[in-house]
Each structure stands twice: as C-alpha cells, then as structure tokens.
C-alpha cells in the first residue's frame, strides 16, 4: 500500500497496535490468536526502533547546528 512511507507505516501502526491489545482479551481464548499476538509484539519492536532512529537523527542534527 503505501511501503513508499515505512517511518509513517511503522510508528502509526504502534499506535494502532496499542489500541488492538486493548481490545483483544475476548479473542485471546483463541489458538490462532497467538501468531496475532507475536506479530504485534514484533510490529511494536519496529515501532520503537523507527522513533529511536528519528531521535538520533534530530539529535545528530542540533549537534550538527550548534
């Protein structure tokens, strides 16, 4: 879809995950809900990842300026 974009792609999706977690108690009776859960655990992972680069990025950046 829109893979042009991954930073967007990745930290909104953490925020879509968190919303998820919160909504899936009722579905975790479920067997196949668990490769759900390993896969939000690893887009969470990516999430981090991606706003940890853009902070070092903008803190190498201001290093840069000053």
Do not use: I, N
């Not at 899936?24 to 196949?32: E, M, V």
Request: with cysteine; aromatic share 8%.
């Amino acid at each position: 879809m829109g893979s042009s974009q991954p930073d967007c792609l990745s930290v909104s999706s953490g925020f879509a995950t968190d919303q998820y977690v919160l909504g899936a108690p009722s579905g975790r009776r479920r067997p196949d809900s668990v490769p759900t859960g390993v896969h939000v655990a690893r887009v969470r992972e990516r999430a981090s990842y991606w706003a940890k680069v853009k902070v070092e990025e903008s803190w190498r950046a201001t290093e840069k300026d000053s």
